[in-house]
């Protein structure tokens, strides 16, 4: 495996007008042609929804007062008083479509969480946009993620949200991933340009045949080969570079990847088809594929990454390699055939005719 980046390696600013980030005044031009009676009706239905979310949400702070020491947020509510653009009139659920799915796409994408395609209809992408809202903003644990917008979830996502790292880093661009939140924020000078849904490391041992690409860890010659390999599903939490990337869709003992960038020896940041709820890599963090599309565009070679798993801080465990993978004893690439004894035979000609004769084995 190479230790350095491809030449083309760049910030990639030109990706941004894929649609993945949207200015919050975009979100001012929704009025329907309605009375101006019922426009704001809605509107006071949800203002009072508002009122009770952050009645509770208070409430809640306070019961708290010392939690945020042991799990640093990341999210910062401003002085500034909560906005209610639109109201939202009904709970929006996955598969649905709509003018107000639309505006809760972009109203992702303006905070920073990639939607995928913002088309009105509420598809995977967007649900793995919600879910990293909820983890991240709400405090919901990662397994309590719903993946639904309520009118109450609706009024919060609208209010102020600035999210801040947890570090300071030595450059100008650095990713940071929460191994407990399942969440990923690429800050670009200390300001977040992506915050995505991901899925780490299952932390369980597997065996499995591999197909490792030309030029990945293990594989020297031109030609896909495989291999029986045994490791353990472990996502290291410390701090790491990034130091290599390969673009398209490559096999690797850690399975299929999709535009990886490696920072941590076979572990990368790669795009999946399968980015479920739930850890289930095999020690690589998988993003959407609708962001490893950009992702090799918003990183450099060298751009720090942290990686938290809530137990202790990086810096601590400082940049621990992964468990270093086995073959797997019981592999074989011949298939075993049961070996039989069949009985020897003789063929002789009697009276011009050819005649079968067995004979017992010796």
């Given at each position: 495996?190479?230790?350095?980046?491809?030449?083309?390696?760049?910030?990639?600013?030109?990706?941004?007008?894929?649609?993945?980030?949207?200015?919050?005044?975009?979100?001012?031009?929704?009025?329907?042609?309605?009375?101006?009676?019922?426009?704001?009706?809605?509107?006071?239905?949800?203002?009072?929804?508002?009122?009770?979310?952050?009645?509770?949400?208070?409430?809640?702070?306070?019961?708290?007062?010392?939690?945020?020491?042991?799990?640093?947020?990341?999210?910062?509510?401003?002085?500034?008083?909560?906005?209610?653009?639109?109201?939202?009139?009904?709970?929006?659920?996955?598969?649905?479509?709509?003018?107000?799915v639309l505006r809760v796409q972009q109203r992702l994408a303006a905070l920073h969480f990639d939607p995928g395609p913002?088309?009105?209809?509420?598809?995977?992408?967007?649900?793995?946009?919600?879910?990293?809202?909820?983890?991240?903003?709400?405090?919901?644990?990662?397994?309590?993620?719903?993946?639904?917008?309520?009118?109450?979830?609706?009024?919060?996502?609208?209010?102020?949200?600035?999210?801040?790292?947890?570090?300071?880093?030595?450059?100008?661009?650095?990713?940071?991933?929460?191994?407990?939140?399942?969440?990923?924020?690429?800050?670009?000078?200390?300001?977040?340009?992506?915050?995505?849904?991901?899925?780490?490391?299952?932390?369980?041992?597997?065996?499995?045949?591999?197909?490792?690409?030309?030029?990945?860890?293990?594989?020297?010659?031109?030609?896909?080969?495989?291999?029986?390999?045994?490791?353990?599903?472990?996502?290291?939490?410390?701090?790491?570079?990034?130091?290599?990337?390969?673009?398209?869709?490559?096999?690797?003992?850690?399975?299929?990847?999709?535009?990886?960038?490696?920072?941590?020896?076979?572990?990368?940041?790669?795009?999946?088809?399968?980015?479920?709820?739930?850890?289930?890599?095999?020690?690589?963090?998988?993003?959407?594929?609708?962001?490893?599309?950009?992702?090799?565009?918003?990183?450099?070679?060298?751009?720090?990454?942290?990686?938290?798993?809530?137990i202790k801080e990086p810096e601590d465990y400082g940049a621990p390699v992964p468990p270093f993978?086995?073959?797997?004893?019981?592999?074989?690439?011949?298939?075993?055939?049961?070996?039989?004894?069949?009985?020897?035979?003789?063929?002789?000609?009697?009276?011009?005719?050819?005649?079968?004769?067995?004979?017992?084995?010796?």
């Amino acid at each position: 495996m190479s230790d350095k980046f491809s030449d083309e390696f760049s910030d990639g600013d030109e990706f941004f007008d894929e649609g993945v980030l949207f200015d919050d005044d975009e979100l001012d031009g929704f009025n329907s042609e309605v009375s101006l009676y019922d426009r704001w009706r809605p509107a006071i239905a949800a203002i009072a929804v508002l009122l009770t979310v952050v009645a509770i949400s208070v409430v809640a702070n306070a019961d708290k007062s010392d939690s945020d020491a042991s799990n640093p947020n990341v999210v910062v509510d401003s002085t500034a008083v909560p906005m209610v653009t639109v109201p939202l009139t009904r709970t929006i659920r996955p598969g649905m479509k709509g003018d107000d799915v639309l505006r809760v796409q972009q109203r992702l994408a303006a905070l920073h969480f990639d939607p995928g395609p913002q088309d009105g209809e509420f598809g995977q992408n967007t649900i793995q946009a919600v879910w990293a809202f909820e983890k991240l903003v709400m405090g919901t644990p990662r397994a309590g993620a719903t993946g639904v917008v309520t009118p109450s979830t609706w009024a919060i996502m609208q209010s102020d949200i600035q999210i801040k790292p947890r570090r300071d880093a030595d450059t100008a661009t650095h990713v940071e991933v929460y191994l407990p939140e399942q969440v990923l924020i690429v800050f670009k000078e200390n300001v977040p340009v992506v915050i995505t849904h991901i899925s780490t490391g299952s932390n369980e041992k597997w065996c499995e045949e591999v197909t490792i690409s030309p030029g990945e860890d293990g594989n020297n010659t031109d030609a896909e080969i495989k291999r029986g390999i045994c490791g353990e599903a472990i996502t290291p939490p410390g701090i790491f570079y990034f130091y290599n990337r390969r673009q398209g869709m490559r096999e690797s003992k850690l399975g299929t990847m999709y535009n990886p960038v490696y920072f941590n020896y076979n572990i990368a940041i790669h795009g999946a088809i399968l980015v479920p709820l739930e850890p289930a890599s095999h020690g690589c963090i998988r993003i959407p594929m609708s962001v490893a599309r950009y992702f090799q565009a918003i990183v450099a070679y060298g751009d720090r990454v942290y990686v938290f798993d809530g137990i202790k801080e990086p810096e601590d465990y400082g940049a621990p390699v992964p468990p270093f993978d086995t073959p797997d004893p019981d592999y074989t690439t011949v298939p075993t055939v049961p070996q039989t004894t069949l009985p020897k035979v003789v063929v002789t000609t009697i009276a011009g005719s050819p005649t079968t004769i067995p004979l017992t084995a010796p």
